[in-house]
């Protein structure tokens, strides 16, 4: 059975950080594509960042220089480092895998639970 499992989500006020974590179950990491996407009410689901198999990661323009995605395929996780969190940083946060092979991550093949992150002013 395929597992993401997200955590590191909460609330936090603007200028803080938080660091979100997927650990992934019953797929190999090695091979795909990961990354954060995230989704506010009334928004559109929007990819925050991924990082290919070889680490070349690419992010959103609004989170360029704050957030950091990073990758261990030994223990199969993939976090997101978040600085300078601001209000519109507050959606739900959800990791996503690629398919095997396939050098993007536009229509991932599995999806996390999501972990809600909630930035006030």
């Known amino acids: 059975q395929v597992q993401l499992v997200e955590s590191g989500g909460g609330s936090v006020q603007t200028g803080g950080s938080l660091r979100l974590s997927c650990a992934a179950s019953?797929?190999?990491?090695?091979?795909?594509?990961m990354g954060w996407y995230r989704q506010a009410p009334g928004k559109q689901r929007e990819l925050v960042a991924k990082?290919?198999?070889?680490?070349?990661?690419s992010y959103a323009d609004p989170v360029k220089g704050r957030f950091t995605i990073s990758r261990d395929d030994i223990k199969k996780t993939v976090s997101l480092q978040m600085y300078s969190l601001t209000p519109e940083d507050t959606s739900v946060y959800s990791c996503a895998a690629g398919a095997p092979g396939v050098p993007d991550i536009k229509n991932p093949s599995y999806w996390g639970q999501g972990t809600q992150v909630t930035v006030s002013s």
């Open positions: 990082i290919t198999g070889d680490g070349r990661t």
């Open positions: 019953g797929i190999s990491t090695r091979i795909r594509v």
